[in-house]
């Protein structure tokens, strides 16, 4: 059994500094978990006591029933991959990846066996006489993966696995790392600060910030039921346009007011008339709609176009804010030109302004 469980566990460092406090997680056997958040937030110290590399200095660390908060790490069942690779420079990529199980005195015939398996899957036979420096990123990531793998620990760990790639590379080694994880039928726990690696890579994804979690749940959830603004601007790229204004009611029907824009809410938006509130609407979700009904409307006049190949970008000014949209790239605009824009009202968000909390209903 490789489940994970955090109960109210924090972590203070050497010098005072309370980088985790009260974390409540429970990671399910053989899910990929992804802990996203921006740079300090706490992924790799969570991740590090997982591994045993960081003490928990309070609540209780369980894998299984087990209480790990005092088992070494060497005696948990887990294997990690950092983003620095941490290969032994003056060794083959056969020893280094064999190394693990040197130290536990496997017999060779199995080392062999265990080396020749995971070099095959990671397409590096060609490579296991090769030093690390004859290597290029890519192919010494694949030489620490492989050094994980033959391990077969029940909890793959990985921090920033992919951070020193190239993009392309990147996006290729996310498919093969999720390959990997069907393939090894094991517990994955993944950091990440890249929302679309975790989108890509996911079970579920939890979203931390400054040593809390906002939110957990399936990539799905976490992009299109945003708990928190933060999450909401944390996942998507270009980030979520942001409005901060208030809701009015008209017939029964909430509606969001900022300046000139007055849009209808879902009717499931729970939050007094009169409420300060800060609107979220994603680039995609509008059409360009010269005939949108007025409590659906964005007009705005197009002050830049970005084509990216599929789709274009827009920039518009909106309240006084530059507002990014996606249109397909068929819908004729141009530079100057006054647009008039549906939002799609259902995938409208909306928070409220002092806590930043969704203030959609169930
Ligand atoms: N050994 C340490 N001593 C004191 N503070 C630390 C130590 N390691 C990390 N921190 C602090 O803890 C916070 C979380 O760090 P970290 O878990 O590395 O964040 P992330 O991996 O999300 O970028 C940061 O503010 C960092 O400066
Ligand atoms: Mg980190």
Known sequence: MASIRFDKVGKRYANGFVAIENLDL?????????????SGCGKST???MIAGLEEVTSGKLCFGDQLVNDIPP???????????????????????????LRMRRTPQAEVDARVR?????????????????????????????GRAMVRRPAVFLMDEP??????????????????LHEEMQTTFVYVTHDQAE???LADRIVVMNDGAIEQIGTPHDIYEKPATIFVASFLGAPP???????????SGRPVFRCGDVALALPPAIAAPTGSKATLGLRAEDVTLDPKAQDDVAIDGVVNSILPIGSDQFIGMKVAGREFFFRLAKDQACAIGDRVRL?????????FDAASGRSLAGG
């Open 26 to 38: 429970e990671i399910r056997d053989r899910e990929f978990l992804v802990l996203l958040g921006p």
């Open 46 to 48: 969570t991740l590090n």
């Open 74 to 100: 060497d005696r948990r069942d887990v294997a990690m991959v950092f983003q620095s690779y941490a290969l032994y420079p003056h060794k083959t990529v056969y020893e280094n990846i064999a190394f693990g």
């Open 117 to 145: 398996s995971a070099a095959q899957k990671l397409a590096i036979t060609h490579l296991l006489d090769r030093r690390p420096s004859q290597l290029s990123g890519g192919q010494r990531q694949r030489v620490a993966l």
């Open 162 to 179: 992919l951070s020193n790639l190239d993009a392309a590379l990147r996006i290729s080694m996310r498919a093969e790392i999720k390959q």
């Open 198 to 200: 975790a989108l890509t």
């Open 240 to 250: 979520i346009n942001t409005l901060d204004g208030e809701i009015g009611g008209a």
């Open 342 to 350: 549906a939002a799609l009202t259902n995938r409208l968000h909306v």
